[in-house]
């Protein structure tokens, strides 16, 4: 009998090393959740280091998730301000990284970056107003995307956690 041997599978690229990253994009649906998020997160944690922005695909409010909001308050972060905005509203369009948090955003960086320099890294991130139920269940779920947020963060941009957040 004979045994089949499965190719090997061809190597990924190599990602764009952390300190080769100068401007990040955090896009999804619509820039009221989960990109302001990653925004205030990595803002919070490489500085002035990387210019840092997020856009929605088809932003659909002019006011930021309030459950977004406190969840961010409670590790001291303070995106009560932030106003949704789509890729047509961003001040600059080059970027070295775009992180898509949805599939939605995902295909539309594809497109959006199809003529530019720049990689699309895609971090599935679980959408929290899918969730019912009471307050504090909603919150659980707000609180699972920042963290899950924060960890890929630190993950990606390589950098040690301040201490409290």
């Not at 919070?44 to 409010?61: C, D, K």
């Not at 009560?80 to 949805?102: A, C, R, T, V, Y």
Request: aromatic letters at 8%.
């Amino acid at each position: 009998m004979a045994v089949f041997k499965r190719p090997p599978l061809p190597e990924l690229p190599a990602r764009l090393p952390a300190d080769e990253i100068h401007s990040v994009l955090f896009m999804c649906n619509f820039n009221s959740i989960r990109s302001p998020m990653a925004e205030a997160l990595t803002r919070h944690y490489v500085g002035h280091r990387i210019f840092v922005a997020s856009a929605g695909i088809r932003p659909e409010t002019d006011e930021i998730n309030p459950f977004a909001a406190a969840v961010m308050e409670e590790v001291g972060l303070d995106i009560s301000d932030h106003i949704p905005k789509g890729l047509d509203q961003l001040e600059d369009s080059s970027f070295d990284l775009i992180i898509s948090l949805s599939p939605e955003a995902h295909h539309t960086a594809l497109e959006w970056t199809r003529t530019m320099a720049c990689e699309v890294e895609y971090w599935p991130t679980l959408d929290p107003t899918l969730v019912s139920g009471n307050r504090e269940l909603i919150l659980e779920e707000y609180r699972k995307v920042r963290e899950m947020l924060k960890d890929r963060i630190l993950e990606r941009f390589d950098v040690t956690p301040s201490p409290g957040l």
